[in-house]
T-cell receptor, first 112, second 107 residues
């Protein structure tokens, strides 16, 4: 079946602009995760959604970052007033509860 | 704090040579550990998990609680093993990743 999809694959923006990144999880997966992959930094957890529970936002680096998940499926990660240090690959993953996480191809964000 | 350390940024070996990718962790309790791999231009994917005690693509990893390590090993490297490898630790609902090691297998 279809895996996790993300859009856009690449996004170039100017410092100070807002961006939205989209994730479509695997159908039936109740858990959805966002991670950030920076050069030399590995993968950094950002936020976790599970069903209708309140999301775990403990990894969001600042209040410029927010995410929502509509209808228990598609998720959008929003970064407001982007800064150059926000440049990274943003990865989405989904899973059944506490099971293997399946990753999307990522969105490469470049802030000029 | 729970942490995963991969001390090598790059490991370069010749085809047919043994490979060991190092991973050390800090965790109070019973850890659940994983190795993920990302081949060139492909998405990150699970390679193996310690609770499965399986061998995938010839790779194995043994959890050593005394040394708090979960090193990834393969007796004979192949060129198609060249990739980025991440060690990860489950902490609640999320994964804590190491910085990753690039494995380069030379012919």
């Amino acid at each position: 079946g279809a895996g996790v999809s993300q859009s856009p694959s690449n996004k170039v923006t100017e410092k100070g602009k807002d961006v939205e990144l989209r994730c479509d999880p695997i159908s039936g997966h109740t858990a959805l995760y966002w991670y950030r992959q920076s050069l030399g930094q590995g993968l950094e957890f950002l936020i976790y959604f599970q069903g209708n529970s309140a999301p775990d936002k403990s990894g969001l680096p600042s209040d410029r970052f927010s995410a929502e998940r509509t209808g228990g499926s598609v998720s959008t990660l929003t970064i407001q007033r982007t800064q150059q240090e926000d440049s990274a690959v943003y990865l989405c993953a989904s899973s059944l509860v506490a099971d293997t996480q399946y990753f999307g191809p990522g969105t490469r964000l470049t802030v000029l | 704090a729970q942490r995963v350390t991969q001390p090598e940024k790059l490991l370069s070996v010749f085809k047919g040579a043994p490979v060991e990718l190092k991973c050390n962790y800090s965790y109070s309790g019973s850890p659940e550990l994983f190795w993920y791999v990302q081949y060139s231009r492909q998405r990150l994917q699970l390679l193996l998990r310690h609770i499965s005690r399986e061998s995938i693509k010839g790779f194995t990893a043994d959890l050593n609680k005394g040394e708090t390590s979960f090193h990834l090993k393969k007796p004979f490297a192949q060129e198609e093993d060249s990739a980025m490898y991440y060690c990860a630790l489950r902490r609640g609902n999320k994964l804590v990743f190491g910085a990753g090691t690039i494995l380069r297998v030379k012919s």
